[in-house]
């Protein structure tokens, strides 16, 4: 059996409540008195979630500094800086999740989302077909290839990916808005706004929300 720490065990009885103030106590208790890779991870995670992004990264960096090889700690902290804007150093950590588990179809379609954010449209495609030939065509990284089309402006090319990922995906509001813009792009502008309002009509959070509307 592999110990777990009590206080990494109260963290997780904690997030399970929803309580996500204790359960970062916890976890932040756990770190310091047995720091693992899972703990370190769920600490990172829930300080990126509740906004506390400094500590977010000093954690993932310290851990880091101790165990380079940790995968999933570098995409955990692209995955933070990403959500902070902080494109070109996240980059930096998703390549290095890349590298080392080269068949990771997340970190891969994670790394395309910010290339495409960084305007590295070619790479972006090349990295998103590289991360659906791992992911079994997952309507999330068909978007990404698709969205990474688009903004290369390879329109016909992205419309097909695109409708792929709405008929994959239908309730997905970024995936609609992503298609109605390759189809208002392409001078479709009445399906267009079909998809536009089936982005918008359940008022789901997305990024591209305030565009789309």
Request: charged share 25%.
């Amino acid at each position: 059996n592999v110990y777990t720490p009590a206080g990494a065990f109260l963290g997780d009885v904690a997030l399970a409540r929803g309580q996500s103030r204790p359960a970062i106590d916890a976890y932040r208790q756990a770190f310091k008195i047995q720091a693992s890779s899972a703990t370190a991870l769920q600490l990172v995670r829930m300080l990126s979630a509740q906004g506390e992004a400094a500590e977010a990264t000093s954690t993932a960096s310290q851990w880091l500094k101790s165990n380079p090889g940790d995968a999933a700690m570098h995409k955990a902290l692209g995955d933070h800086l990403a959500r902070n804007r902080d494109f070109t150093r996240a980059r930096s950590e998703y390549e290095a999740a890349v590298k080392l588990a080269p068949n990771d179809a997340q970190a891969l379609n994670n790394l395309a989302n910010v290339l495409i954010k960084l305007k590295d449209y070619k790479a972006a495609i090349s990295t998103a077909e590289l991360a659906l030939s791992k992911g079994n065509n997952e309507p999330i990284i068909v978007d990404t290839l698709g969205w990474a089309l688009f903004q290369d402006g390879q329109i016909d090319a992205a419309l097909l990916r695109l409708r792929d990922a709405r008929l994959r995906s239908p309730s997905n509001p970024e995936v609609r808005y992503h298609l109605a813009a390759t189809l208002a792009k392409a001078g479709k502008r009445a399906e267009a706004r079909d998809e536009l309002q089936a982005a918008l009509r359940e008022n789901l959070p997305f990024e591209g929300k305030a565009e789309a509307k």
